[in-house]
């Protein structure tokens, strides 16, 4: 279980997360919803402990991940706005270079076979800052579930993808949800979201304005609440 408690963060005396409230059950989807500039990615960046709080904490099994944030990375995969990959290394290299950092034995095989799941076995050997946007943000989910992870956060991760690769990704989460894995999803497909979501909260304003259990609520009445809270734009 991650609890977050009174998650506070401030840029330039503007609160981006105000006592930011929230449980992730473990081997649930959990979808993020929410106006440009409620705090969703700031949130994210904070939960995969790329950036730290001004106030507050996230538990998880009850200790803080700020406490040893290289473990709890570890067991992680992020795919944010940034794709985290070295535009002057090939797609293998960069997979290479990431399964060293995890310490992952005998990983040629598991990166020939995400290359192949995502597609680019045959651009194995180009350069990355040869790939268009599309391909770059495949090979950023190949580096995502390179070390298996238990918990696997998403910042709009279907930005740039084309139809098929969109689908690929789509099975990939709903794979790991049934390998029990932890998923946090940011989108602003609320269909998307609530197909996939266990439980579904929407944030605005740097707290949670809402939330519910989708086995609890319709698709249309969630999104009646979604558009009463988000009427007001952005912040
Ligand atoms: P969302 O992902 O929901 O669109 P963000 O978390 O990106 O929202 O942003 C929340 C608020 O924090 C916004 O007002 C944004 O301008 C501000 N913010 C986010 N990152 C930074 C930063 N690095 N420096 C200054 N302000 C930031």
Redo the contacts with the bound molecule.
């Keep these: 279980m991650i609890e977050v408690r009174e998650l506070t963060?401030v840029?330039?005396k503007?609160?981006?997360?105000r006592n930011l409230e929230l449980s992730i059950e473990p081997g649930k989807c959990l979808c993020i919803l929410?106006?440009?500039?409620?705090?969703?990615?700031?949130?994210?960046?904070i939960l995969a402990t790329l950036?730290r709080p001004n106030k507050g904490d996230i538990l998880f099994e009850g200790e803080s991940i700020f406490s040893e944030p290289a473990v709890f990375r570890k067991k992680i995969g992020l795919i944010g706005h940034a794709t985290f990959l070295y535009p002057e290394l090939t797609a293998g290299e960069n997979l290479k270079f990431y399964a060293t950092l995890y310490q992952i034995p005998d990983a040629q095989q598991r990166i020939d076979d995400l290359l192949q799941t995502v597609g680019l076995m045959h651009r194995k050997d180009d350069r990355v800052r040869t790939f268009s946007r599309g391909m770059q943000q495949r090979l950023a989910i190949a580096r995502a579930i390179l070390n298996d992870p238990e918990h696997l956060f998403l910042?709009e991760p279907y930005t740039g993808l084309d139809q098929s690769a969109s689908q690929l990704l789509t099975d990939r989460i709903i794979e790991l949800k049934s390998a029990h894995r932890t998923i946090v999803l940011?989108t602003h497909n609320l269909q998307q979201g609530y197909q996939l979501a266990d439980k579904i909260v929407i944030?605005k304003d740097?707290r949670v304005a809402d939330e519910a259990v989708t086995s609890a609520i319709s698709e249309s009445d969630f999104q009646q609440r979604y558009l009463a809270i988000t009427s007001g734009g952005?912040?």
Excluded: H
């Excluded at 503007?14 to 997360?17: D, E, G, S």
């Excluded at 929410?34 to 960046?45: D, I, L, V, Y």
């Design positions: 963060k840029y330039n503007q609160f981006a997360l929410g106006p440009n500039g409620a705090g969703k990615s700031t949130f994210m960046r950036s910042d940011i944030f740097g952005v912040n």
